[in-house]
């Protein structure tokens, strides 16, 4: 059964580093595109990094380069958001989404399965 499941959000202060990760299962992370989006109160979920299924390659949110690194490690079949230089702004339910089709981009309407989310709060 195809699962994503999010761990690693928490309470941190502005400034400091989180690491999430999405442990997957029902299929491997380097055959659809996958990634992590975000979800503040009262906006729409949004992209912030996601590697291309077609091509492998990584795309950024603009308000998180420099600051983001996603990396996958595909034995464990598991996807990290190391998350450093956190800001207030950076609140939000964190959420792992995969999108099993040709060439789908880093944006939650290409997702077709998604994780519960793990909640991430930067605040001092």
């Known amino acids: 059964q195809l699962q994503l499941v999010e761990s690693g959000g928490g309470l941190v202060q502005p400034g400091g580093s989180l690491r999430l990760s999405c442990a997957v299962s029902g299929f491997t992370v380097d055959y659809y595109t996958i990634g992590w989006f975000r979800q503040a109160p009262g906006n729409e979920r949004e992209g912030v990094s996601c590697?291309?299924?077609?091509?492998?390659?990584?795309t950024y949110a603009d308000s998180v380069k420099g600051r983001f690194t996603i990396s996958r490690d595909i034995a464990k079949n598991t996807v990290y958001l190391q998350m450093n230089s956190l800001k207030a702004e950076d609140t939000a339910r964190y959420y792992c989404?995969?999108?099993?089709?040709?060439?789908?981009?880093?944006?939650?309407?290409?997702?077709?399965?998604w994780g519960k989310g793990t909640l991430v709060t930067v605040s001092s």
């Open positions: 590697f291309s299924g077609s091509t492998g390659a990584i």
């Open positions: 989404g995969a999108g099993r089709r040709w060439g789908t981009m880093c944006v939650s309407g290409g997702m077709d399965y």
